[in-house]
């Protein structure tokens, strides 16, 4: 059995993460995972970026707490993809800033994320950008190719892009379910099933 | 030839213009629109003409099946078209601040807070010390010393192209309140200080910004009026206005002309004069183009503004790339959809702009089934002509009953190349759905049993891989796999023989490809029939007619299936 498991091309956790073993993890002391999100190979995050000026609020109470990168519950890392914490300076020095993602988020291959937040229910395609800072809020298809600006917010129910990335478009009632992730998340890892029809 | 990928789009009833002729009476005849009452109704007025999805209005009711609402009351399908919209709330996508309807009407449709776009690559734009910018460019000799507190002038700038307001010469003394310094800066007083950097080459500017649109609107307006005013004092509209619904329907009995009679002459009143001065809004257009030619000659076509940075500007007119000022966002809506016939709310988000939930979301994949294809071998890249191909059709059950299906093409594709469809099942059953999005993990491992047992069968009885006639492909829980088999036209454009032209037919279209018209569409028209709780639905609003348990429920339309492109050969 556990030769078996030494075998797969995924290394599955107790809350049921499925992590490639060729995905570069680096820094995994920050990186928080939810459960259920699949990270498959080649894909980076940048866990080493955290926060290196003190930060006075209450955050910096709890041990452990310096979160690089937080991510939420069904969440599908594609190849190649990278999570980047975004970086500016603050009070006079230098400090990364956390990335948080939702739940239920794609990121497609070879996409770079460095957004401060990405909320639920998101999908971003294939080779996007995803600039400093910028905020993604739930419900949010971003099409393959586009280059989210640094700062830019993108409300709920937008699809976006272009370069720099713009909204075309709004996500049509009857298409929320497209997002859910759970089917995604199955057909994936050692023993994967089919997708259904 | 880029790759294309199969698509089913539906076609909405409201293409049909004796439904929407009847969408705007409250009672319309039942006999117009397949309802649960009744429904035996639409199919027979189908049934005497062919659905083209080529045909030009075929355009505006064809939507993919998500884009498409469900009216619980009407029993029918609703498009973004048909369906009447109204504001729930209104805020800025950059801010995410609510707007009330009220300010809006008086402060226009952007964003007053310091929310701007940047005017050459419509990026966000960011408030920014000019002391500690990072741009070393920015940083000038006197105040590169300084210290990095951020103080002194603030500046627009986009991190995307690296564009900031200095290069307009727009420089702010405060952080905050930007919207109103910026406005101040265009059209308040001060305006000629802003163009230090500019210099003496833009006096169209300088002079001509001072009277803004509003300003040159608000004035011609007041002067209109009054003269109306004076033309007629009579008439009213001089006291209404050309808002008031009294006054236009005035307006509209001079002109309709078939009571002018009875109406005493009103055209020859007074002469009314027209705007000529500038306190009257009045402005000569300045021919003098030199100035901006010399500008052009000295700074090239880099200078000048490409067609989309003039179109997202507020005022019009920029012209060369320092006349661009930063855009406030345009505030964006959340709005609820109500059906067009019964006005019943059909789609309402919840009112808080973070919110996303829905109060009501009827939509359509809940009830019509969605049709997936797939080739039935793996895909070639184009369509050959004369060759006949199957594909896989498969239909999910969204619904918890029974679903019966009957399905119908023409046996020939519409429009100048003919391909021959031929669907092998045109009638089958869907079992319900059991869970909506989830259903349980038994369910799932039957479900895959039943598809191998299927695949087995399929096997031994048949021996081959062939589809057959009158049988189903492939079937899961609540999904139905049928094959269609398609013989795909040629698309070579040879006029037929004049032999065998009979005598009156018109002359065969003969003109090169159009766009698009080698994808292969198939008309299809789906009929669904299931016998259903009345009441299950998230709608109560039945009446005293619908009291019965079990109802047997009927859906009929159109849908357009794309299946690849034919190649030219």
């Given at each position: 059995m556990s030769r078996k498991q030494v075998k797969g091309e995924y290394i599955e956790t107790d809350t049921g993460n499925k992590v490639a073993r060729k995905a570069i993890l680096i820094g995994t002391q920050h990186i928080m995972l939810g459960g259920k999100t699949v990270i498959q190979a080649e894909a980076m995050i940048r866990g080493d970026l955290a926060r290196t000026a003190q930060v006075p609020s209450s955050s910096g109470a709890a041990p452990g707490s310096n979160t690089a990168v937080a991510i939420g519950r069904y969440c599908f890392l594609s190849k190649g993809c990278c999570l980047r914490p975004p970086g500016r300076i603050y009070k006079g020095s230098f400090t990364y800033l956390p990335l948080r993602l939702g739940d239920h988020v794609f990121i497609g291959e070879g996409t770079v994320v460095q957004a401060a937040t990405v909320g639920s229910h998101v999908h971003i395609g294939q080779k996007v950008v995803v600039g400093e800072f910028a905020i993604i809020k739930d419900y949010v298809r971003v099409l393959d190719g586009s280059v989210i600006p640094a700062n830019m917010v993108i409300p709920s129910f937008s699809i976006v892009a272009g370069q720099?990335?713009?909204?075309?478009g709004e996500v049509p009632e009857g298409g929320h379910e497209a997002f859910e992730l759970r089917e995604l998340y199955k057909s994936v890892g050692n023993n994967p099933q089919p997708l259904p029809v | 030839m880029a790759s294309f990928t199969p698509y089913t789009y539906i076609q909405c009833p409201c293409h049909d213009t004796t439904t929407t002729t009847t969408t705007t009476s409250q009672s319309r005849p039942a006999e117009d629109a397949p309802s649960p009452t009744s429904p035996h109704s639409s199919d027979d007025d189908d049934d005497d003409h062919n659905f083209d999805p080529r045909a030009p209005r075929s355009n505006y009711s064809l939507y993919p099946l998500e884009y498409l609402l469900w009216c619980d009351v009407c029993h029918q399908i609703r498009c973004p078209r048909c369906v009447a919209e109204e504001l729930v709330t209104i805020y800025c996508p950059n801010c995410l601040f609510e707007v009330a309807s009220s300010s809006l009407k008086t402060e226009g449709n952007r964003c007053t807070r310091s929310c701007f776009q940047c005017p050459i690559c419509i990026g966000p734009l960011a408030v920014q010390s000019l002391e500690s910018a990072p741009e070393p460019s920015l940083l000038s000799a006197d105040n590169a010393n300084t210290a990095t507190t951020p103080a002194g002038p603030w500046i627009l700038s986009c991190s995307y192209c690296n564009w900031n307001s200095s290069e307009i010469g727009v420089k702010f003394d405060k952080p905050q309140g930007i919207f109103a310094q910026l406005q101040k800066l265009r059209h308040g007083e001060d305006s000629h200080s802003k163009h230090a950097v500019g210099g003496d080459t833009s006096p169209t500017k300088t002079d001509s910004v001072a009277a803004t649109m509003k300003a040159r609107f608000s004035a011609m307006r007041s002067f209109y009026s009054a003269q109306n005013a004076i033309a007629n004092p009579s008439s009213g509209l001089g006291d209404y206005g050309f808002s008031s619904p009294g006054a236009l329907s005035r307006i509209m009995s001079i002109y309709s002309g078939n009571n002018a009679g009875s109406h005493?002459?009103?055209?020859?009143?007074t002469m009314t004069r027209e705007a000529d001065s500038a306190s009257e809004g009045f402005r000569a257009l300045d021919l003098d183009d030199s100035s901006a030619v010399s500008q052009l000659r000295r700074d090239g076509w880099d200078s000048t503004v490409i067609g989309d940075q003039a179109k997202s500007q507020v005022e019009e007119g920029a012209r060369f790339a320092e006349e661009l000022w930063p855009i406030p966002y345009l505030l964006r809506t959340k709005r609820s959809k109500r059906c067009?016939?019964?006005?019943?709310?059909i789609s309402k988000p919840e009112s808080k702009v973070a919110n996303t939930r829905f109060r009501m979301r009827l939509v359509a994949n809940t009830t019509i089934p969605s049709i997936s294809i797939k080739p039935f071998n793996p895909p070639p890249a184009l369509l050959k002509p004369l060759q006949p191909v199957q594909y896989l059709l498969t239909f999910r059950n969204p619904l918890f009953d029974e679903v019966k299906v009957t399905l119908a093409t023409p046996a020939t594709t519409p429009g100048r190349f003919a391909s021959r469809v031929t669907v092998l099942c045109p009638q089958f059953q869907m079992d319900p759905s059991t869970e909506s999005g989830m259903y349980l993990v038994d369910d799932a491992l039957k479900d895959d049993n039943k598809d191998i047992q299927g695949r087995r069968r399929r096997g031994t009885e048949g021996g081959t891989h062939q589809a057959e006639a009158g049988k189903i492909w492939e079937r899961g829980h609540n999904w139905v796999t049928i094959v269609v088999e398609v013989v795909p036209a040629s698309l070579s454009l040879e006029a037929p023989p004049a032999l065998l032209r009979k005598e009156g037919e018109p002359e065969p279209d003969l003109s090169p490809l159009k766009e698009d018209e080698d994808v292969l569409e198939i008309p299809m028209f789906v009929r669904l029939e299931w016998e259903g709780d009345v009441s299950h639905d998230q709608m109560s609003t039945s009446t005293g007619k619908e009291k019965d348990a079990r109802e047997k429920k009927e859906l009929a339309y159109w849908c357009t299936i794309g299946i690849g492109r034919i190649s030219q050969e």
């Open positions: 720099p990335a713009r909204i075309v | 005493k002459q009103k055209s020859k009143g067009p016939v019964c006005r019943h709310i």
